[in-house]
């Protein structure tokens, strides 16, 4: 899988703008089949192929353009009963619920957790809700009931999706006449928002009613296309139809990846330059070191380093522009400081919302603010147990906790936590727990105190 680039890689100007638009909460995508092909899902022809294959053995069958998906699924459904036979056996012959979510879904299941974004796809696999399920969990809403029930923010699955066969459109009658919810939804966000559309080569008939309408009654329609080919492709396209007077500028020539990831950059260097406080002249030494490390993770790395490390955030609620991120980074900072100079200990950030100062490691707790000391103990507790399990015995564990203000004395120590070494031989496992103890070091006293 594509890793993505260093966080402080330069991007391009309309990255920058889509970045602005996104912390105004103006930022919708729209994502479509194209970013799940390197997971190894088929394109349309070869999927059509396979399904007028498996449909040649039906009776009453027949189609003329077996590479047409449209055509073979009209086709199939027409038989009796042919529509849920279609729905059934399409998702049998692709791994749609198995695929290796790669990039692409990466990073657009954390901005969405990060409420940088509002996520439409009409692709039917289910990577993006399982790209991050080890500190995530991205609902997605797959019919009417859950696009009403659903609160903060979930992947609106326009198309249907694998895990509810029923709610698959794949007919051109349904994809004329889709479900009422998603045309409120999509025409909602296109007329909202700013639309980038990234990985669709076919636009079904309701969204080319809605775009061209919106193209007459505002400039551009405030559309982004994303696509690797879209320059040498653009004449006589469909976009270009729909479109044909988007500027240049707006066609953005790029893989779903490489967009994804400049714009997950940016939106990650937002926290990076308060960190190290661009807007003075002479930013301390200690605070450019810790923002020197932190630049070496990739997008998809830091902002998973970052919600794994927060304790009470919900899906839509930013990590990143939280006051707490920046506090801790700076805390780092400052810990990192020789005191008697102006020297500062090696900085090495973990992926597991871990950072090495010198030789000792911290784990990184963020908490939502106005904590009591029992939320405290709790959150430090579970961090410290699956830390431990993680690593093994330890001689002890830190943990660096950002919790805002405490409603009580700050808890200083936990008890110990048992650890069963997992290198132990089995004649020493009854008894041969290790009681590892946990220190706890508060963001805000690191700051009181410099």
Known sequence: MNPGMRLDTPVDATIV????????????????????????????????????????????????????????????????DGLAAVQRVVVELAPFADASPQLAHRLLAVLLAEGALRLLLTNWDDCVERSCREFEHIQPARNEVEAENLRGQFVLKLHGCCTEVDT?????????????????????????????????????????????????????????????????????SEWEKLLPH?????????????????????????????????????????????????????SVQALAWLRRAAVGWKVGESVVR???????????????????????????????????????????????DRQTPRDIEHAATERARRVA????????????????SVRGPKPRELEAIDVLDPDAPVDDLIGGDRRVPVRLTYVDDVLEAA
């Not at 636009?203 to 080319?208: D, E, L, R, S, T």
């Not at 010198?358 to 784990?363: A, F, T, V």
């Open 246 to 298: 988007l500027p240049e500028a707006r066609r953005i020539e790029k893989t779903a990846d490489d967009f994804l990831d400049e714009l997950a950059r940016e939106w990650v260097m937002g926290l990076v330059a308060e960190v190290k406080g661009e807007a003075t002249d002479n930013p301390a030494p200690w605070l450019d070191a810790v923002a020197e490390s932190f630049v070496c993770f990739t």
């Open 17 to 80: 703008v889509l970045a602005a638009e996104a912390r105004d909460g103006r930022l919708a995508i729209c994502a479509g089949a194209g970013i799940s092909i390197p997971a190894g899902l088929p394109d349309g022809p070869e999927l059509a192929r396979r399904l007028h294959q498996r449909f040649q053995r039906v009776t009453g069958y027949q189609c003329a353009t077996p590479d047409d998906l449209l055509s073979v699924a009209d086709a199939a459904a027409g038989l009796p």
């Open 168 to 236: 698959l459109l794949i007919t051109s009658e349904q994809l004329c006449d889709a479900p009422l919810w998603t045309k409120i939804y999509f025409q909602a966000e296109l007329a909202r928002a700013t639309m980038v559309f990234v990985g669709i080569g076919d636009i079904a008939n309701y969204a080319q009613k809605r775009i061209t309408e919106l193209a007459e009654l505002v400039e551009h329609a405030r559309v982004r296309l994303v696509s690797p080919s879209i320059a040498r492709n653009w004449e006589g």
């Open 322 to 368: 939280a006051p707490a991120a920046a506090s801790a980074l700076e805390a780092i900072g400052l810990l990192a400081r020789c005191p008697e100079s102006t020297c500062v200990a090696d900085i090495r950030f973990v992926p597991a919302s871990a950072v090495l100062v010198g030789d000792e490691r911290l784990d990184l707790l963020l908490c939502a």
């Open 389 to 404: 399990g993680r690593l093994g015995p330890q001689d002890g564990l830190h943990i660096l906790v950002a919790a805002g």
